[in-house]
């Protein structure tokens, strides 16, 4: 096979490949290991491929991209930047976003080498038009763009030659595009800000980090939900909270959020500013961030508690989150009665709420009454199956008549459901004195699919690791359960048949 690529690669060399020659050398390509595809290979050969593409044959620039894809892979980056840096410039200008991609994604691969990323870094040509790469109107270019800026920030060089040179105006400029791309930059900026504190302080230096903050506190409704997005992003790391709180910026917030009542336009931004308060309380201090925060409990209690699907929707995926933890937990119970009576709503749009609302109330749910065995204190207990309690007059009835509907992602959430409450000693108890729940847990034929099957298994997983599965369930109900673990999720059950003469 390496000997056909040889020879394939000699005929385009000397521009003698047809398109069906092009076509068979896509495909030999693919078939041979790199090492004896760099030993078949000369820059002659590569310089034709490059060369080839400035047909306008759409079919041809497209086998020639698939074949140097392969090709460029098996080189050496030093190699690629050193002898083919005139190409790689060209392609950036191409008019086939398909060739841009290629080329953007190789300069990628340079700058992820030690040795090759100096010689990117010299070539401020290249850097310029890959920033311009990010106003490209396809978003695959604009990805490519950003993926390979936030590899060159990886080394303080990179940042340098990012954000201490004429390139920092270049990005200002691309910026000035339309508000479209002016996000693309901001995303790249918090990308690169997240990384470290150091890569933080070169973005905060440059001035951009200031413009998205200023955007995310302005007067336009429609920018702050984008913006909020970015800022939630930043505030994931440590260092990004830090700069957040040193700016002044999770009061400001907190601010519009108090303000957002006499706001007629807050539903654009709200959701995402509460999911802000949300992230930040399960990476900082939920207990923290809901003292010094109020406003954000009352929020997400006034979201819950509305008629409206979408508010409820963001409140319900934010309890979620902020119960996610035991800390959380204890928030949240610390409310007493109205987060019990919202339980209750909770359970009722789990049964009763459009599919995708039931989905979140599910997910929900199952979160807020996990508890990992080490923090299985009485205390906590008696709370998750107080909580468990106040979903339905019935709760293991719902959601057991939720995981026998006939709608897969349904059926998974309400079996999540069970996952989450399997290894603690009430919910146990509950389940052996529901008639018939043991048996369908055990039951393989009620499973129609393959992520039915994968919690199905989830839940006996849980069951059979519980360190009081064998003292409440005993050890009849226990074996089968291990026999189901033992098998695996996909275990079919082989019918032995009997061929009897003359049959059929």
Not at 105 to 125: C, F, K, T
Not at 412 to 441: D, H
Request: contains cysteine.
């Amino acid at each position: 096979m390496a000997e056909a690529v040889a020879e394939l690669l000699e005929r385009a060399a000397r521009r003698e490949a047809p398109l069906e020659e092009l076509r068979a050398l896509r495909l030999a390509v693919q078939a041979v290991p790199p090492a004896a595809l760099r030993a078949c290979l000369s820059d002659d050969h590569l310089g034709a491929l490059f060369a080839l593409l400035s047909a306008s044959d759409r079919e041809q620039v497209s086998a020639c991209v698939s074949i140097l894809e392969r090709l460029l892979q098996a080189l050496d980056p030093l190699y690629v930047i050193q002898n083919l840096r005139e190409e790689l410039q060209k392609g950036l200008f191409h008019p086939d976003d398909s060739v841009k991609i290629l080329t953007i994604s190789q300069v990628g691969r340079i700058v992820e080498n030690s040795d090759a990323v100096r010689e990117i870094l010299n070539s401020p040509e290249l850097l310029r038009q890959i920033i311009n790469c990010i106003g490209g109107e396809k978003i695959a270019v604009a990805k490519e763009a950003i993926k390979s800026l936030s590899r060159i920030a990886q080394t303080r060089d990179g940042l340098e030659a990012l954000f201490v040179s004429s390139l920092l105006s270049d990005l200002k400029n691309v910026m000035a595009t339309n508000d479209v791309v002016r996000y693309r930059v901001y995303e790249l900026i918090v990308e690169i800000s997240s990384v470290s504190a150091d890569s933080l302080n070169y973005c905060a230096n440059s001035g951009l980090i200031s413009d998205l903050i200023g955007e995310l506190t302005g007067d336009d409704m429609l920018v702050r939900a984008t913006c909020i997005e970015m800022v939630t992003s930043l505030a994931h790391t440590p260092h990004g909270r830090q700069y957040l709180a040193q700016q002044g910026v999770i009061d400001k917030i907190s601010n519009i959020i108090i303000g957002a009542e006499s706001d007629p336009f807050s539903a654009f931004y709200l959701p995402g500013f509460v999911k802000f308060f949300g992230n930040l309380a399960v990476v900082d201090s939920p207990q923290q961030i809901c003292e010094r925060y109020p406003i954000f409990m009352e929020k997400v209690f006034e979201m819950a508690e509305s008629h409206d699907p979408t508010m409820t929707g963001v409140a319900v995926d934010t309890l979620g989150i902020l119960g996610s933890t035991v800390e959380g937990k204890q928030v949240l119970q610390k409310t007493r009665s109205r987060f019990q009576n919202l339980l209750n709503k909770i359970g009722h749009q789990a049964k009763n709420a459009p599919t995708e609302l039931r989905l979140r109330c599910l997910d929900a749910i199952s979160s807020l009454l996990y508890l990992p065995p080490e923090q299985q204190t009485e205390d906590l207990l008696r709370m998750t199956e107080s909580w468990f309690m106040s979903l339905s007059s019935q709760p293991l009835e719902l959601f057991r008549s939720i995981s026998t509907q006939p709608f897969p992602d349904l059926h998974c959430g309400a079996l999540r459901v069970f996952t989450a409450i399997a290894n603690q000693p009430w919910a146990q108890k509950l389940m052996l004195n529901s008639p018939g729940f043991v048996e369908y847990v055990v039951d393989r034929s009620v499973e129609p699919d393959k992520a039915s099957k994968d919690a199905k298994y989830e839940l006996v997983k849980a069951l059979v690791n519980s360190k009081t599965i064998v003292e409440i369930f005993g050890n009849q109900y226990y074996l089968r359960l291990r026999a189901y673990l033992r098998e695996g999720p996909y275990y079919v059950k082989a019918v032995s048949t009997t061929a009897v003469e003359g049959a059929e």
